[in-house]
């Protein structure tokens, strides 16, 4: 691929980042998103067959970017679980305070998507979701917890809820109780496993 060609494809890729994520994939079409990437509708199709296969790709694009806004967010690796936590809340609680915020693309999207549970773009963004849920397990690893799948879980399930719940009320303090319910439930150094009834192991 040529310079310029990948660089038409980057446009192509940024533009459709934009609208896809600011408008839905509904009312972002592919006239808006060549205009906005300064190309004809022709040359944005010699790159992308459909608008589907644009929207898995701009999906894929943003997962690294994504990650990597997650891991600059959370950079002090000798943090304890309970500061890993702590900074993790604090930058979520300002990027959802932003005067643009529309809650998570990956997560907006898919429930656009919601009829379609064979489209590519459903299947990209599942697998972001399990990126996200596997790096909190490493984080949650290298803190020394005893159980980090599950408790990335748990986490990935109450930060989802929280950002789903303040997306759809428009009520900023879903942010705090989760950071409040995250820190009681994962905050713990080294939450000493017990044995239940039927003998597996679970944490207090």
Do not use: C
Not at 27 to 43: H, N
Not at 130 to 149: C, D, I, N, T
Not at 179 to 184: D, G, M, S, V
């Amino acid at each position: 691929m040529s310079r310029t060609t990948e660089r038409t494809r980057e446009k192509i890729l940024e533009a459709g980042f934009h609208l896809f994520f600011r408008e839905g994939y509904a009312r972002a079409s592919i006239d808006m998103i060549a205009a906005e990437a300064g190309i004809t509708k022709r040359t944005l199709y010699n790159h992308f067959d459909s608008k589907d296969q644009l929207l898995d790709a701009v999906l894929a694009s943003q997962t690294q970017r994504s990650l990597a806004r997650f891991q600059e967010w959370t950079g002090r690796k000798g943090d304890t679980i309970a500061g890993f936590l702590d900074q993790l809340f604090a930058k979520t609680s300002l990027w959802a305070n932003g005067t643009r915020w529309r809650g998570s693309g990956f997560t907006r999207l898919s429930m656009e998507l919601a009829d379609l549970p064979g489209h590519p773009a459903r299947r990209t963004a599942a697998r972001h979701k399990a990126g996200v849920e596997k790096w909190m397990e490493g984080q949650f690893r290298l803190r020394g917890s005893l159980e980090p799948a599950r408790d990335a879980r748990i986490l990935a399930l109450i930060l989802e809820g929280a950002l789903s719940l303040t997306l759809i009320s428009g009520n900023r303090d879903y942010i705090p109780q989760a950071r409040w319910a995250a820190l009681k439930l994962l905050g713990g150094e080294a939450r000493r496993p017990i044995k239940s009834k039927g003998g597996s192991a679970r944490q207090k």
